[in-house]
C-alpha cells in the first residue's frame, strides 16, 4: 500500500498549488523575492550592530563582504578595512582543519557516527572548533549535514555525511554545530540540499585522471519527501544556531539549487527561520540576478558572479539594495553574535603549502606553523576506538594467549607520504581509479584533512606484540604476486590479521560495492593458508559486499573501522587486545548483493535532457527503511554491532512527561498542528539494560517507532531514539529516550504544517533495528 501512495504531492511552494511534474523548473517571480529579510533571530544584539554599520557602507563596500577574494586560506571573503571588517576566513573539513599542518586528522563523521554516543560527538566537536579557533579560521566548510545523506550506497561522498538515518543525523549535527561554535567559531552545514550524488560526466578522462563533460544532476522530490527526511538535519543546525548554510551543486526539481527561491527563500530562511547567511559551493553559482534573489548571500570562491556583476546589477535595479543589505546584515550577524569582531586569532597559515612563506599573485602569506593539537591525540583515539563496530566474533578477540601473528595487505601500513600521493590523499592506478598509496585513515577531498603523523596499524601491532612477547611477521601487499609469501607466513600464524580498505574521494561515486585492490581475493587467500583464524579489519567509507568470504570456516573475527584518523593503528589494538571493549554500531545497513538497493538511486548517463534528472521515487524508504518495507534481509542491519559482553533488557514503558525544550538557539517557523514548541517534549520512553556478560561494557540501547496503521505512506519503523551507558558486570540502569512531539509529527502536505496522526504507534526497543524484542503500544487520541 505504501508505495502505491508515497509519490503524490510535489514540492512546490503552498501558495503556487500544482501537478507538474517534479522536474518543471521553478519560475522565478522578482515581486515575492525580495525577501525574506532576517532580523537576527536569538541573535538580535549582533544583528542590531550589523544593521547599523551597514548603512555606514558604500555600495561597493557592500558587494565586497559577498564575495570571495585571494587570500591565504581556502577562501577568503573581502572585509570593509576603514570600518574595522576583515574579510572571513573559510576552510574545510569537517575531520579537522585541511591544508595546513600542526592539526589533528579526526574520524570523519561518518565513522564518529557508530559511537552513538552524543557526549564524544559534542566533544569531537568542541576539540575540532578550538583547532579552526588557533589558526585563525573563521569559517568551517562543515558538518556535512544532509548532502549526502545517503540515499545511495553508491554514493561516493556518503563517508563526509553522519547516517542515511534522519534521526541520527539530526542529532549528531545539532552536537556538532553547538560544539563547534562554542570556541566562537562559525560553522557552515552543508550542502543544502538533496546532494545525493556526484554530476554525471560522460566526457573522457583528461591527462591528469580528471572527469570532463560533466553535468549537475536535478534532484526531482516530493514534499513529504523533502520535509521529513531530507530537511530534519538542517533544520537542527538551524536550530543549533549555524552562522552558515552552503548551497550545493545539485539542481532542485529543475533549478539550481544556489538559486532556488523554493529551498533557499521559502524553505530556508522563511519556515526554518534561518537568519545567517548561505553560501556557494566551489562554482556552484550559475547567476547574478537569480542566484541574489533566490537567496543565495555569498558566492565562493572568486570574483565570478558576484563583484562587479552584482554591483552593476544594483544598480540597474535587477537586485533592489535591500536585497543586498540583506546578504551584509547576514553575514555580519553571525560574526557579531560569535563575537570575531574583538580578540579573535589572526588567520596563521597558508593554504596548500606548508612551508614558511609564500607569494602568490603578488600577495605574500606566511605560515607560523602555530600547532593547535593540544592533548587532541588522546581524544581523538578514543574517537576511533568507540567508533570501531565488532560485527563477527567467534571469541578469538579480545586476543590472548597467542605466540605468532601474520599481518596482511597494503592497509596495514604507512602511507608513502602523509598527504598521500598528492594534496587531495589518492593515487592514481591506470588514469581511471583512485587509491589510497597505504592504510586508509580518511576519504579524498574536502572532507579530509592533513595528519601530522599517521599511527599505522602495522606500528601498533608491533608495539602491543612487543609488550606480550608476541612475534609478527607481515606481508603488506595485495597483489597475487605475493599470494606465495603469504601463504608461508599465514601457514605459521596462530592469528592471522587481514587489512582491506575502499577508499572513496570527491567527485566520483562507486562503480561497485566491493572492496579496493583485490581485497576480496587476499582475505580467502590468506584464510585458506591460515594455521589458526582470522580477523579482518575493514577502512570504508560506505557499505560493502562480504558474501564472498564472510561464512568461509577461518573468518573469526570482522572489525569495520571506517575512516578512524591518524589514530588508527592505535584504536584497533584497543579494541583487538581488549583495553576498550567495542561497543559502536553501524549507522548505516550492509547488504548481501547489489540487488538488495534500488537500482537507479545514481544516475550515469545524461538522459534525454538538457541534464541529467534523477527522481527520489523511493520516497521515505532509504537504507533499513527500504529493507524493512521489500522484506530483505540484510547481512548486518543498521544499529548492529557485537560486545565483548551481553546485555539483558527489561521494564520498557512510555510515561506522558511535558518538557520545555531548552536547547534552542535559534527558534524555528516550522508550522505545527497543536500548542507550544514542535520540539518540546511530551513523552518519556525507560528501559532496563543489565550487563549479563564476564567483562564491564558499555550498550547502545535503541528505540524504533511505528506510526498508526492510517500513515499509509510511512516505512515500517523509524529510529527515533538512542542511549549509551557503560555497565560493571551484574550492574542494572535506566536508559530514558525523551520523544518530542516533532519526533510523533508527519508532515501534512495539504495543510503545509507539522501534525501528530491520531491512532496507535508502536514503540520497539533493542540493540539494533532487527533486535528489537521489547513493545510498548501508546494510543494518542488528541493533538498535542
Same mark, same amino acid.
Request: net charge neutral.
Given at each position: ?52 554599520? +551597514? ?44 591544508? +595546513? ?6 574520524? #570523519? ?72 561554535? !562554542? ?150 550577524? $553571525? ?9 579573535? $586569532?589572526?588567520i596563521n597559515y597558508q593554504k596548500y603549502d606548508l612551508s614558511d612563506s609564500k607569494t602568490v599573485n603578488g600577495h605574500r602569506f ?72 597505504? +592504510? ?111 561464512d568461509l570456516p577461518k573468518i573469526g573475527a570482522v572489525l569495520f573501522a571506517g575512516y578512524p584518523g591518524q589514530e588508527t593503528g ?63 534481509? $540484510?547481512?548486518? !542491519? ?7 559482553? #551481553? ?48 567483562v564491564p561494557g558499555a550498550e547502545i540501547a535503541q528505540l524504533y517507532m511505528t506510526f498508526p496503521k492510517s500513515e499509509v505512506e ?19 540502569? +535506566? ?50
Open positions: 500500500m505504501w508505495s502505491i501512495f508515497r509519490n503524490s504531492l510535489l514540492l512546490l511552494s503552498p501558495l503556487i498549488p500544482s501537478y507538474l511534474s517534479p522536474s518543471t523548473p521553478q519560475q522565478f517571480k522578482p515581486e515575492r523575492q525580495h525577501g525574506p529579510y532576517t532580523d537576527g533571530g536569538s541573535w538580535s544584539e549582533a544583528y542590531g550592530r550589523a544593521k547599523d554599520i +551597514t548603512k555606514k557602507m558604500t555600495l561597493e563596500e557592500k558587494v565586497n563582504l559577498t564575495t570571495a577574494v585571494i587570500g591565504p586560506c581556502q577562501a577568503n571573503s573581502g572585509g570593509v578595512p576603514r570600518l574595522g571588517i576583515s574579510g572571513l576566513c573559510f576552510n574545510d573539513g569537517p575531520s579537522g582543519p585541511r591544508y +595546513t599542518d600542526f592539526v589533528t586528522q579526526w574520524p #570523519s563523521e561518518f565513522t564518529a557516527a557508530a559511537s552513538f554516543d552524543r557526549d564524544l560527538i559534542e566533544e569531537r566537536a568542541r576539540r575540532i572548533g578550538r583547532e579552526f579557533r588557533g589558526k585563525g579560521i573563521n569559517v568551517e566548510l562543515g558538518p556535512v549535514t544532509g548532502g549526502p545523506l545517503g540515499r545511495s550506497p553508491y554514493a561516493g561522498r556518503n563517508w563526509e555525511a553522519f547516517s542515511p538515518d534522519p534521526y541520527l543525523s539530526s542529532t549528531m549535527s545539532f552536537l556538532t554545530v553547538k560544539g563547534m561554535q !562554542e570556541s566562537g567559531l562559525i560553522t557552515c552545514a552543508k550542502h543544502y540540499i538533496l546532494y545525493e550524488q556526484e554530476p554525471v560526466c560522460d566526457g573522457p578522462l583528461d591527462d591528469e585522471g580528471g572527469r570532463t563533460g560533466c553535468k549537475d544532476v536535478s534532484s526531482d522530490v516530493y514534499d513529504k519527501t523533502m520535509k521529513e527526511l531530507y530537511l530534519p538535519s538542517f533544520a537542527e543546525t538551524v536550530r543549533a544556531g549555524t552562522g552558515a548554510i552552503m548551497c550545493s551543486y545539485n539542481k532542485i526539481n529543475g533549478t539550481a539549487a544556489c538559486e532556488s527561491n523554493d529551498a533557499l527563500n521559502r524553505i530556508l530562511k522563511i519556515e526554518l527561520g534561518f537568519s545567517g547567511f548561505v553560501l556557494s559551493d566551489f562554482g556552484a553559482t550559475h547567476s547574478t540576478v537569480s542566484s541574489a534573489l533566490g537567496g543565495m548571500d555569498m558566492e565562493l570562491p572568486g570574483e565570478h558572479y558576484y563583484g562587479k556583476r552584482l554591483e552593476r546589477a544594483v544598480k540597474k535595479g535587477s537586485v533592489p539594495e535591500s536585497r543586498l543589505d540583506d546578504m551584509v546584515h547576514r553575514i555580519l550577524t $553571525p560574526w557579531y553574535a560569535s563575537n570575531q569582531d574583538t580578540d579573535y $586569532p589572526q606566511k605560515n607560523e606553523h602555530i600547532n593547535v593539537k593540544a592533548d587532541n591525540a588522546i581524544y581523538a583515539r578514543k574517537v576511533a576506538a568507540e567508533s570501531t563496530v565488532l560485527l563477527k566474533n567467534s571469541g578469538i578477540l579480545p586476543l590472548k594467549d597467542i605466540r605468532r601473528i601474520g599481518v596482511f595487505g597494503t592497509d596495514a601500513d604507512y602511507p608513502s607520504t602523509l598527504s598521500g600521493c598528492g594534496p587531495d590523499l589518492f593515487c592514481m592506478v591506470n588514469s581511471k581509479r583512485r587509491y589510497w598509496n597505504g +592504510t586508509v585513515t580518511i576519504g579524498g577531498g574536502s572532507g579530509a584533512a592533513y595528519a601530522d603523523y599517521i599511527a599505522a596499524p602495522i606500528e601498533a601491532i608491533n608495539m602491543k606484540a612487543r609488550q606480550h612477547g608476541i612475534r609478527v611477521d607481515h606481508v603488506l601487499h595485495d597483489d597475487s604476486a605475493h599470494f606465495g609469501s603469504m601463504g608461508w607466513v599465514a601457514y605459521q600464524s596462530e592469528v592471522c590479521i587481514v587489512f582491506v580498505s575502499l577508499f572513496l574521494v570527491e567527485g566520483w561515486d562507486r562503480e561497485h560495492l566491493r572492496l579496493d585492490k583485490n581485497g576480496e581475493d587476499l582475505i580467502k587467500h590468506v584464510e585458506s593458508n591460515c594455521a589458526g583464524e582470522v580477523v579482518v579489519v575493514i577502512h570504508a567509507g560506505g557499505q560493502v559486499i562480504v558474501e564472498d568470504w564472510i592505535n584504536a584497533l589494538v584497543d579494541i583487538m587486545w581488549g583495553d576498550v571493549n567495542p561497543s559502536a554500531k553501524l549507522p548505516f545497513t550492509m547488504g548481501k548483493s547489489h540487488k538488495d538497493w534500488p537500482t537507479d538511486n545514481i544516475v550515469r548517463h545524461m538522459g534525454k535532457g538538457s541534464y541529467p534528472v534523477s527522481k527520489f521515487a523511493e520516497g521515505l524508504a532509504i537504507d533499513y527503511k527500504w529493507f524493512d518495507e521489500h522484506n530483505t534481509t $540484510p547481512r548486518y !542491519e543498521f544499529g548492529f554491532g557485537l560486545s565483548y559482553t #551481553s546485555f539483558e533488557y527489561s521494564g520498557f514503558e512510555i510515561e506522558e512527561e511535558w518538557g520545555k525544550v531548552k536547547d534552542t538557539i535559534q527558534k524555528t517557523n516550522e508550522r505545527f498542528e497543536g500548542r507550544n514548541d514542535l520540539y518540546d517534549t511530551i513523552y518519556i520512553a525507560k528501559v532496563n539494560v543489565t550487563n549479563t556478560g564476564k510511512q516505512p515500517p519503523k523509524h529510529l527515533k531514539g538512542y542511549g549509551k551507558k557503560y555497565l560493571e558486570v551484574g550492574q542494572t540502569t +535506566t536508559i530514558k529516550f525523551p520523544l518530542r512531539k516533532k519526533d510523533l509529527s508527519v508532515w501534512d502536505v495539504k495543510k503545509q504544517l507539522w501534525t501528530i496522526p491520531q491512532g496507535i504507534f508502536i514503540f520497539r526497543v533493542g540493540n539494533s533495528s532487527r533486535s528489537i524484542p521489547l513493545k510498548f503500544e501508546l494510543e494518542v487520541k488528541s493533538l498535542h
